[in-house]
């Protein structure tokens, strides 16, 4: 079963509009950390946000949000007012267990590819 | 942020030679480093994790004869693509796990490119 799911392969908005990239989860451990990358065409994956699984408040950093919702194994990553520099694929990831998480890997989606338009 | 590079960023060999990738953590000491390989259009694929001073863990599936991976000093970890043919060509990219804040976070190098004639 896939740990994690992103089912929009491609998502579309104009330059200064707000957009929600989905992700869902699997695991059946109470601790784990959810994470969101950047990969531009340059191929570096840039670090977004971070949520962790016994965070009681939503993520945010700048114009990045995570929209946590336990419940529902979701963790979507919010762009606000986006550039057209925030096009590029977006991944998100997993790591399970938060205890000495230094050297636990993670698991990827398979990716958004974002098109911001002008 | 922690920065991670990669050297080198691209590389084309003939059939059967070795190639060495390197990723270094520039401004922290790194215990463990991780090597993925990431097709066209595709996610990342986890191959191995890279522990400072032993050896290195390797993810089902992948040959730990054909990609050498050596974690000499809490900086440096290298990956040796070994007698490389043309099904080896990708990208490989490498992560170091960085304490800032509330978590280990890996920050990843720019990539290493590898094409195989």
């Known amino acids: 079963a896939q740990k994690i799911t992103q089912t929009q392969p491609g998502m579309f908005v104009q330059e200064k509009e707000a957009v929600t990239l989905d992700c869902t989860y699997d695991?059946?451990?109470?601790?784990?950390?959810l994470f969101w990358y950047k990969q531009p065409s340059s191929g570096e994956m840039i670090f977004l946000i971070y949520?962790?699984?016994?965070?009681?408040q939503n993520a945010t950093e700048g114009r990045y949000s995570l929209n946590f919702q336990k419940a529902r194994k979701s963790a979507n990553l919010v762009i606000s007012a986006s550039q057209l520099g925030d096009s590029a694929m977006y991944f998100c990831?997993?790591?399970?267990?938060?205890?000495?998480?230094?050297?636990?890997?993670?698991?990827f989606g398979t990716g958004t590819r974002l098109l911001v338009s002008p | 942020g922690a920065v991670v590079s990669q050297h080198p960023s691209w590389v084309i060999c003939k059939s059967g030679t070795s190639v060495k990738i390197e990723c270094r953590s520039l401004d922290f000491q790194a215990t463990t480093m991780f090597w993925y390989r990431q097709f066209p259009k595709q996610s990342l694929m986890l191959m191995a994790t890279s522990n400072e001073g032993s050896k290195a863990t390797y993810e089902q599936g992948v040959e730990k004869d054909k990609f050498l991976i050596n974690h000499a000093s809490l900086t440096l970890s290298t990956l040796t693509v070994t007698s490389a043919h043309p099904e080896d060509s990708s990208f490989y990219i490498c992560?170091?796990?960085?304490?800032?804040?509330?978590?280990?976070?890996?920050?990843f190098g720019p990539g290493t490119r590898l094409t195989v004639l």
């Open positions: 992560s170091a796990s960085y304490r800032e804040g509330r978590t280990d976070t890996q920050y």
């Open positions: 990831a997993m790591r399970e267990g938060e205890m000495n998480t230094g050297f636990q890997k993670l698991v």
């Open positions: 695991t059946s451990d109470p601790s784990y950390g």
């Open positions: 949520q962790g699984s016994y965070d009681q």
